[in-house]
């Protein structure tokens, strides 16, 4: 799953990288068939715009995505480990104190760790009370309106 993730992100930068270096050279050996110079830089335009728009936009989906989620139960602190626009690992260190939990359900965002989304699978959850620790379900609630804040 984080392999997955860290794979489209490289084929992305791949085919981003190889279409910088292919499509100069075949604009160049066809004559692109158009002779007006605003429609040249318009056709260069667009296609400069897929080739920068696609990893862009996948950084910016996957970028709180956590490969790796840790807990220290001595200090009772989590470690999530995310992927940078480089693909290094980016840590986010967080107590269960940190975690909100957004009130409106958000497309890529389970939870709140400070002001960082973050997106977790709890299906990856080797024990499903980690899980509920994390988010909170395990604390005692009440459906008294007196205690909202």
């Known amino acids: ?9 490289m084929f992305s930068y791949c085919t981003s990288g190889a279409s ?15 002779e007006s ?12 715009f897929f080739i920068f728009i696609t990893p862009v936009l996948l950084h910016v989906i ?12 001595d200090t009772d602190t989590y470690t999530a480990i995310t992927s940078s626009v480089f693909l290094t690992e980016r840590r986010c260190v967080f107590t269960q104190n940190q975690v909100r939990i957004p009130s409106i359900s958000k497309m890529f965002t ?3 760790a ?11 959850f080797p024990i499903p009370q980690d899980y509920n620790h ?13 205690q909202i804040e």
Not at 21 to 30: A, R, S
């Open 62 to 73: 996957t970028k709180g995505y956590v490969l790796r989620l840790y807990h220290n139960a």
């Open 1 to 9: 799953n984080s392999r997955a993730v860290n794979r489209v992100k």
């Open 134 to 146: 994390l988010m909170g379900y395990d604390k005692p609630f009440s459906f008294s309106t007196d």
């Open 37 to 48: 110079f605003a429609l040249q830089v318009a056709f260069c335009g667009i296609i400069g």
């Open 110 to 112: 389970t939870f709140y």
């Open 114 to 124: 400070g002001q960082r989304g973050l997106l977790v699978n709890p299906d990856l």
């Open 20 to 34: 910088l270096i292919i499509v100069p050279q075949v604009l160049l050996k066809t004559g692109m068939g158009v």
